[in-house]
């Protein structure tokens, strides 16, 4: 019989499959996290969902039930005027299954006495019981209904074009100067001195284009309410190492004062700073403080150069919004006699 020989081929090893990685654990360590966290994402999520469309209802009904007081008359005997009682009266009202309820915060500044009305009818609130309620639920939806109508103010005067042809419009540019720079004559419409406040070309209204008359609006307001203060900006925004453009940081700043409008992030501020519906002049009052402290921030700072400006204003506007998200936030520019 005859055997077949083994063969043996020590020169052929068996390639190892496993992969090797230098930084392995924390490969590991990272997709665990990310893992956790979309897990604690869904569950948020899907509370969130749960609470808001049974578990809310029922809760606010058995509250109701042990004290017999609705959940808008225990936040309006609840909490101080302001920010804390308005803004979770508006959940209240935004979040409410009663239309009645949804479209009171919808509703006009002239049909608001009917609405808490209605609302007290629909929740069988009596006024002898709590006579204070329909006061304060009035007050709250001035608030709510005049902060959106701000907006549409607002934007209404960021659409509005600068036109050289309009006398009002020159007359704003004109006063500005003679605000800011008393002493100086200008020479002519276009020249270059606007340069010396902070405009970057010969004729201010190119500069304009983004904001429209809110950005001009602005830096007049703030001129001719605050003079002392705007020069003194202006004086820092001229200092040869730490200088900017005074007029496009101030048009910069009006943008970032819209931006927060629009996203609701200065109810806080208003809610806390205006008993009653806000106005234009609050908005340009707002425009004052952000002007004045940034200058102040920017000093602080001392950049290198006004090429990193996109990054200090990052900066200025991430410590604006953290103010934003305090309860009794009031951004409100105050002066030393």
Same mark, same amino acid.
């Given at each position: 019989?005859?055997?077949?020989?083994?063969?043996?081929?020590?020169?052929?090893?068996?390639?190892?499959?496993?992969?090797?990685?230098?930084?392995?654990?924390?490969?590991?360590?990272?997709?665990?996290?990310?893992?956790?966290?979309?897990?604690?994402?869904?569950?948020?999520?899907?509370?969130?969902?749960?609470?808001?469309?049974?578990?809310?209802?029922?809760?606010?009904w058995f509250i109701r039930l042990v004290t017999g007081k609705t959940e808008l008359q225990r936040i309006c005997a609840?909490?101080?005027?302001?920010?804390?009682?308005?803004?979770?009266?508006?959940?209240?009202?935004?979040?409410?299954?009663?239309?009645?309820?949804?479209?009171?915060?919808?509703?006009?500044?002239?049909?608001?006495?009917?609405?808490?009305?209605?609302?007290?009818?629909?929740?069988?609130?009596?006024?002898?019981?709590?006579?204070?309620?329909?006061?304060?639920?009035?007050?709250?939806?001035l608030q709510i209904t005049g902060y959106r109508s701000l907006y549409t103010n607002v934007e209404d005067l960021r659409?509005?074009?600068?036109?050289?042809?309009?006398?009002?419009?020159?007359?704003?540019?004109?006063?500005?100067?003679?605000?800011?720079?008393?002493?100086?004559?200008?020479?002519?419409?276009?020249?270059?001195?606007?340069?010396?406040?902070?405009?970057?070309?010969?004729?201010?209204?190119?500069?304009?284009?983004?904001?429209?008359?809110?950005?001009?609006?602005?830096?007049?307001?703030?001129?001719? @309410?605050? %003079? &002392?203060? $705007?020069?003194?900006? #202006?004086?820092?925004?001229?200092?040869?190492?730490?200088? /900017?453009?005074?007029?496009?940081?101030?048009? @910069?700043? %009006? &943008?970032? $004062?819209?931006?927060? #409008?629009?996203?609701?992030?200065?109810?806080?501020?208003? /809610?806390?700073?205006?008993?009653?519906?806000?106005?234009?002049?609050?908005?340009?009052?707002?425009?004052?403080?952000?002007?004045?402290?940034?200058?102040?921030?920017w000093l602080l700072e001392e950049p290198e150069s006004i090429m990193h400006f996109n990054q200090y204003r990052e900066?200025?506007?991430?410590?604006?919004?953290?103010?934003?998200?305090?309860?009794?936030?009031?951004?409100?520019?105050?002066?030393?006699?």
């Amino acid at each position: 019989m005859h055997h077949r020989p083994s063969v043996v081929n020590r020169n052929v090893t068996t390639p190892d499959l496993t992969v090797v990685s230098t930084n392995g654990p924390n490969v590991s360590l990272d997709i665990t996290i990310f893992i956790i966290n979309k897990i604690v994402t869904m569950f948020g999520l899907a509370w969130q969902y749960l609470y808001t469309s049974f578990l809310r209802y029922w809760l606010k009904w058995f509250i109701r039930l042990v004290t017999g007081k609705t959940e808008l008359q225990r936040i309006c005997a609840g909490n101080k005027p302001g920010a804390r009682r308005t803004t979770k009266a508006e959940y209240s009202l935004r979040s409410s299954k009663n239309k009645v309820l949804r479209a009171a915060v919808e509703s006009s500044t002239e049909n608001l006495q009917e609405c808490v009305q209605q609302i007290m009818k629909e929740k069988n609130i009596q006024p002898q019981k709590d006579p204070q309620f329909k006061v304060s639920l009035h007050t709250c939806l001035l608030q709510i209904t005049g902060y959106r109508s701000l907006y549409t103010n607002v934007e209404d005067l960021r659409k509005q074009i600068f036109s050289s042809e309009k006398t009002e419009h020159e007359d704003m540019l004109l006063k500005l100067w003679g605000l800011l720079m008393p002493n100086i004559k200008l020479e002519s419409r276009i020249t270059k001195q606007w340069g010396d406040i902070g405009f970057q070309g010969d004729d201010p209204k190119t500069d304009f284009r983004g904001m429209g008359l809110l950005g001009l609006v602005n830096l007049l307001f703030f001129s001719e @309410n605050y %003079t &002392e203060e $705007a020069r003194q900006v #202006l004086s820092h925004a001229n200092h040869p190492k730490l200088g /900017y453009s005074y007029a496009i940081v101030g048009i @910069n700043l %009006t &943008e970032m $004062a819209y931006s927060l #409008l629009k996203s609701g992030a200065l109810k806080p501020h208003f /809610y806390n700073t205006v008993p009653g519906p806000p106005e234009l002049q609050h908005f340009h009052q707002l425009y004052c403080f952000l002007a004045y402290e940034f200058d102040k921030f920017w000093l602080l700072e001392e950049p290198e150069s006004i090429m990193h400006f996109n990054q200090y204003r990052e900066k200025f506007h991430t410590i604006i919004r953290t103010h934003l998200q305090e309860p009794d936030v009031s951004l409100t520019l105050t002066v030393r006699p």
